[in-house]
């Protein structure tokens, strides 16, 4: 699908940090090497299977790390 891009924003700025263009795995690997978790999650795009598959990894990945995130299916499916 193409190189991934991250853009993350200070937490002080009011920003957040944005992937575009890579795969679950590359998603969670990303959110795993943060010092500091996001408390919130939206996954706007893909087909509705993918994003609950997407949410249940990310949730069960913060409750096995002692992590506590929000993942909202927000957006257009596809």
């Not at 853009?7 to 998603?27: K, P, T, Y």
């Not at 500091?36 to 409750?63: C, I, T, Y």
Request: overall charge negative; aromatic content about 4%; hydrophobic content about 40%.
């Amino acid at each position: 699908m193409g190189v991934p891009f991250h853009n993350c924003a200070s937490a002080e700025g009011g920003g957040g940090c944005q992937s575009a263009h890579a795969d679950q795995r590359d998603l969670l690997n990303f959110i795993k090497r943060m010092r500091q978790w996001p408390k919130e999650v939206r996954l706007v795009h893909g087909d509705d299977d993918a994003r609950q598959a997407m949410k249940a990894e990310m949730e069960n990945m913060a409750a096995r790390r002692g992590h506590e995130i929000e993942v909202i299916l927000a957006g257009s499916s596809a």
